[in-house]
């Protein structure tokens, strides 16, 4: 597969809408669709460079232009997101990132509003009527180059400690097409690679790495520049060809990333989004409000 993309639903649509191995279910709105797609064999996995599991694709309007009906797209995505969590439990969040590169500060921002709860508890909880909130943390823990330490061996060395019933783990994606970017939301339960948004991917983080359920969350950000321009000229390349377009794009083997002009904007409501999601779907005994009052 010459392109990249972190977003399976594209890995699928290029290869065809039929892959024995893989179940598909989708429900569109008004405003948004959701499309469950299920890689339920090793043969499917392979073919579309993605692990066994669930994938969970929102596809929503541009977040930088049209932020109609936030409410449906918060409520959508944490109904999806509750169907791969754990009832009961401690849950670990952790917003990965470099806050530094605004199409990699998704899951920084997203940390920053998510509601971390593990320390109410006891009479504190009872007389402030906050009994039903679940036990959650939260950490945003940079980067290799900012922590000479990998983003993988904070998050296990917290899950050693903390014992959570689940992780989960928002980064920036990439995707195949400039059309998906800052538009799609998807929900896994396959974990993540930290920095593959930004084509620097780290070792992975997944129930392999950690024993514990990963649910990865993610909003492409930016696409490979390679990728874009072999798009953009067609089909009909050889792949000697193609890999002359990718040194001309990518001149002394360094990555070339496209975002939009627009991707402070979309990276803020995309990550506003994702935390009040991740919020309704972890205390679904209070209401929105309920919950956007506590953040504030």
Known sequence: MFFRTD????????????????????????????????????????????????????????????????????RTAAAELSRLLPEKGLVLVAGLGNCNITPDNLGPLTAREVLATRHIRGELARSSGLDQLRPVAVIAPGVLGQTGIETGELIASLVKRLQPSAVIVVDALASRSLKRLGCTLQICNTGISPGAGVGNARPEISRRTLGVPVIGVGIPTVVDAATLAADLVGEGWEEQDLAVLRDQVSPRGEAMMVTPREVDLLVERGARVTAMAINCALHPAYSLSDLQMLVS
Not at 23 to 46: F, N, P, Q, T
Not at 52 to 71: A, K, W
């Open 7 to 74: 977003l399976a639903q594209e890995a699928r649509e290029y290869l065809g809408d039929k892959i024995d191995g893989i179940r598909m279910e989708e429900k569109k709105g008004e405003y948004l669709s959701v499309v469950r797609m299920h890689v339920d064999s090793m043969e499917a996995a392979e073919k579309i460079g993605k692990p066994v599991g669930t994938y969970i694709t929102l596809e929503l309007p541009p977040f930088s232009d049209d932020y109609r009906e936030p409410e449906e797209k918060i």
